[in-house]
């Protein structure tokens, strides 16, 4: 993918070195001489990550970074002389993500480039998944796949036949990959009562586990965490491939 860096700076010098560092990593760039210029920029192009300094004619960058969050999230980098500490804090409390003060050296800056770019790629991705789950009603942990819309279950896309109880308690963890969730709070999640004996939530554990495990006594995705409770371990859909 390739990222679309604006870069806003009134002084054309800085400006222009800043794109020959962005350019230089890949990167397409779009330069801007002032907060109004930079908003145009925005609406005309794709932009991913902007470059923006504070202190600006027409429009400063305070003003500008205002205006970009009514409407859009991704990443901002502010730049700043060492006089503007009040500026700077103002702007990340607005909606900027990171600063670097000027003069500043220009791996630093490409590295927190790389950084901001490399945290809004997970969150567009988590976003996706969420949007993705949401349609579909599937929830995918390596081989094995729950679809909540019919109620069925499969593991390397053979279905598997489940009680209502073992469909429940399976929902509830594939729900939260990863999260811990101990006998008592399925119990009482799936049983809706006060959970006074939780035997059962082992012998519905070993029979799940019988049925979505190639060997249940060393099992890739029902894992015990001693002492705690029960988990799905968090596995990406080629895991097992």
Do not use: C
Not at 104 to 119: C, D, G, K, P, Y
Not at 154 to 176: A, F, S, W
Request: charge should be neutral; hydrophobic fraction near 40%.
């Amino acid at each position: 993918m390739e990222h679309t860096v604006l870069v806003v700076e009134d002084e054309k010098g800085i400006r222009e070195a800043i794109g020959i560092y962005m350019k230089n990593q890949g990167y397409h760039v779009i330069l801007a001489k002032n907060g109004k210029e930079g908003l145009e920029k925005i609406h005309e192009n794709d932009v991913h990550l902007a470059i923006v300094d504070i202190m600006m004619p027409v429009m400063d960058g305070i003003t500008m970074v205002m205006e970009v969050r009514k409407k859009y999230d991704f990443p901002i980098l502010f730049l700043s002389a060492k006089s503007e500490d009040m500026d700077k804090i103002f702007g990340l409390n607005i909606g900027a993500d990171d600063y670097i003060t000027k003069p500043f050296e220009s791996m630093e800056l490409i590295a927190r480039v790389r950084s901001q770019l490399r945290r809004y790629e997970q969150i567009l991705e988590l976003k996706n998944q969420n949007t993705s789950t949401k349609n579909t009603g599937k929830y995918i942990v390596g081989d094995l796949e729950l679809d909540t819309l019919t109620k069925q279950a499969k593991i390397q896309d053979k279905p598997i036949h489940l009680t209502p109880k073992e469909y429940q308690i399976l929902e509830l963890l594939i729900k939260h990959p990863g999260r811990v969730f101990s006998a008592s709070q399925i119990y009482e999640t799936i049983w809706k009562e006060e959970a006074i004996n939780t035997e059962t939530i082992m012998v519905h554990i070993r029979k799940l586990r019988e049925k979505i495990e190639v060997n249940p006594k060393k099992p890739v995705y029902l894992k015990v965490v001693w002492g705690i409770g029960y988990k799905i371990e968090k596995l990406s859909p080629a895991f097992l491939s």
